[in-house]
């Protein structure tokens, strides 16, 4: 089992800057592909960026060039770095992580992004 804890969520004004991190604990070892989805009211999931144990990334257009997605092996935690933020980026934003091919979620953080 792997527990995932996500912080750093909060309100920030369009143009602002957050920092998420998701910790992980419990059986963390072997996590292979980790990212954050996100979920605005009344609309799907949607997966905002991906990395892979060896760092390899991938974002969904609507970040590229604005968020940063980054991990620390060692400490078993995951970062995003979000800039430039919109109205549109706000939303519950989840941790995720898979090892040996089981998924496993965090609980979500809040980021609303409003003026």
């Known amino acids: 089992q792997v527990q995932l804890v996500e912080s750093g969520g909060g309100l920030v004004q369009p143009g602002g800057s957050l920092r998420l991190s998701c910790a992980a604990s419990?059986?963390?070892?072997?996590?292979?592909?980790m990212g954050w989805y996100r979920q605005a009211p009344g609309k799907q999931r949607e997966q905002v960026a991906t990395?892979?144990?060896?760092?390899?990334?991938n974002y969904a257009d609507s970040v590229k060039g604005r968020f940063t997605i980054s991990r620390d092996n060692a400490k078993n935690t995951m970062y995003l770095e979000m800039n430039s933020l919109k109205l549109e980026d706000t939303a519950v934003y989840y941790c995720?992580?898979?090892?040996?091919?089981?998924?496993?979620w965090g609980q979500g953080t809040q980021v609303t992004v409003s003026s």
């Open positions: 995720f992580a898979n090892q040996h091919n089981r998924g496993y």
């Open positions: 419990g059986s963390s070892k072997s996590i292979n592909t």
């Open positions: 990395i892979t144990s060896g760092g390899s990334t």
